[in-house]
């Protein structure tokens, strides 16, 4: 039996590497799926194919910007009037800055905040009262390693990732008795496994020296670990930070 049956789940960021893997997945393993992103889905031909084949009852995209309030509240509302529910999201949206702390402006700073743990409050507040009238939900977020090992030139990034560790957790305690589960994946060096063949041979090497299993991840492999958190095979998982990252926070 497929394992999300007639789930209705939400992607943010669903136009990303890990977005565009999450929808196509959920979809084979029987979904309702909202893709949601800012950008405009002309930009992707994987995801209009995927609007052909399987059909507005099956899949819709909707394009809003879920850093803004107002648009993420009107994502919540295009939902409910198109399934009536909503049994869980996969929270993908994020910005990152690379930049030493002296040579970040302030500005930067609070773009990498807003874009990566104030979107992630933004649509929880958004969803949480669909979850919580369809009986109950689960929340993936997705974090990153360098929420937990410093990475050099994150700080903006590797602070608003250990804020949604912390947020997500939060959130796993206060609304438990509202059947709301809610987990962080925790992704190491990832491409979609179409990319990979694109990677220097420089690149294909550091991500060797950083992991245990001496190769990056795959998109599909983050995306099958928030199919099983938002599947009823997890159903006694909540409150975890899990690393999907070939060991690297063993080796560094």
């Known amino acids: 039996m497929d394992p999300l049956l007639r789930k209705v789940l939400l992607i943010t960021g669903a136009l990303g590497q890990l977005g565009q893997a999450a929808t196509k997945m959920f979809l084979e393993k029987g979904a309702v799926v909202v893709a949601n992103d800012i950008g405009d889905v002309d930009q992707s031909r994987e995801m209009k194919l995927l609007l052909q084949e399987y059909g507005e009852n099956r899949l819709i ?25 909503l049994d869980g999201y996969f929270h993908n949206v994020c910005t990152a800055i690379h930049k030493p702390v002296l040579e970040q402006t302030l500005a930067e700073w609070e773009l990498v905040i807003t874009g990566t743990l104030t979107s992630a409050f933004i649509v929880c507040k958004s969803m949480l009262p669909l979850l919580i009238r369809s009986g109950g939900g689960s929340i993936v977020n997705t974090s990153s390693i ?11 990034y590797g602070a608003a990732k250990a804020g949604v560790n912390q947020f997500t957790k939060i959130v796993a305690h206060d609304y438990a008795t509202s059947k709301i589960r809610a987990n962080a994946i925790l992704p190491g060096i990832f491409f979609a496994q179409n990319k990979i063949s ?3 041979n420089d690149t294909l090497q550091l991500i060797h020296d950083n992991s245990l299993l001496e190769r990056c991840g795959t998109a599909e492999e983050i995306a099958e670990m928030a199919a099983f958190l938002l599947s009823d095979a997890a159903s006694y998982i909540t409150g975890a930070l899990i690393p999907v990252d070939g060991g690297y926070h063993m080796k560094n």
């Open 146 to 156: 360098i929420s937990q090992i410093p990475a050099a030139y994150n700080a903006a």
């Open 61 to 85: 995209f909707v394009r809003s910007d879920v850093t803004r309030e107002a648009d993420s509240a009107l994502l919540a509302k295009e939902i409910e009037s198109k399934f009536g529910r």
């Open 198 to 200: 694109e990677l220097s």
